[in-house]
Nanobody, 124 residues
Framework: QVKLVESGGDSVQAGGSLRLSCAAS????????MAWFRQAPGKERAGVVA???????PYADSVTGRFTIFKDNAKNTLYLQMDSLKPDDTGMYYC??????????????????WGQGTQVTVSS
């Protein structure tokens, strides 16, 4: 059973950057399709971007050009580089994983392993 632990969340001003990490244990992330989700205050959790094992996946329109997903298999860690942050990026960020490819899907039901989340707060 893979365990996912997010870190790197913080409070920053608009225009700033953060790098979120999702450290995996119990299994190797190279076997998984992975994704980042976020839940803004008062809203449902929504997908940000997936990292399929074999293909590049599109980003959510709201983060295209500002966020980058990547992983380091040697460190067994998934990352989300977030630049040009906006107040609308505020929320709890979660990483998720699944063995069977959801074809870049960003529905919660597509993933069965979740971290506990890390909080990102962007002030104007």
């Amino acid at each position: 059973q893979v365990k996912l632990v997010e870190s790197g969340g913080d409070s920053v001003q608009a225009g700033g950057s953060l790098r979120l990490s999702c450290a995996a244990s119990g299994d190797t992330i190279s076997r998984f399709h992975m994704a980042w989700f976020r839940q803004a205050p008062g809203k449902e959790r929504a997908g940000v971007v997936a990292l399929d094992r074999v293909r590049s996946c599109p980003y959510a329109d709201s983060v295209t050009g500002r966020f980058t997903i990547f992983k380091d298999n040697a460190k067994n860690t998934l990352y989300l580089q977030m630049d040009s942050l906006k107040p609308d990026d505020t929320g709890m960020y979660y990483c998720a994983a699944v063995l069977r490819s959801p074809d870049c899907g960003l529905s919660e039901v597509d993933y069965n392993h979740w971290g506990q989340g890390t909080q990102v707060t962007v002030s104007s």
